[in-house]
């Protein structure tokens, strides 16, 4: 099978080429560009599996490139953000950017994201159609609605089984907390993050065997949650 190919999208050489140099070693193939339009054109014509795209970038605004390339392709969209683009980040992740990584980065953090990420491509036709969601010992069986967790069915409530299915159906992208909230009530309450979390917490509580150390749903600090395929 032939090797992926990643489009790296980042106007700063020396980033760039640590960003290469790490797929080299990792025989994925690349392609560069500098700029936002050249993200697009490249995104356009040679159809990448995977796309690095920094957010900062001289001529497009990161956001902008990923509301383009959205508007024709699924390619899975990862981002690269200085600490001070934070809220850019959560507006990136809103248009349909995929994850997310903060610069500076180890290149062990770059190469973990893209074992998720093709996780998640590889996964992506078992979990739109498959009846049932496994990851370690959570078990989520859809047709019956049941939730298993080490082998022990959990009771949840509506909200706290609409959120595990939510998270479930995107396992391995991290989903905002604004996303998510619009997904489970709509955008009619004020108090939504904060009920968010509330509802995560008693979720976890049922699901995962140490709360405060989950394995199954990160907790992304201001941005929001993703599960994990374990
Ligand atoms: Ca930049």
Redesign the pocket.
Known sequence: MEKPLILVV???SAVRNLITTTLRTQDYRYQTASGGEAAVAEAASHNPDVILL?L??PDLDGVEVIRRIRSWSKTPIIVISARSEDTDKIDALDAGADDYLTKPFSVEELLARLRVTFRRLRDAGETSQSAVFSSGGLKIDYANGCVYAEGKEVHLTPIEYRLLCLLARNAGKVLTHTYITNEIWGNAWDNTVASLRVFMATLRKKIEENPSEPKYIQTHVGVGYRMMKI
């Open positions: 980042e106007d700063d920094d900062g970038l």
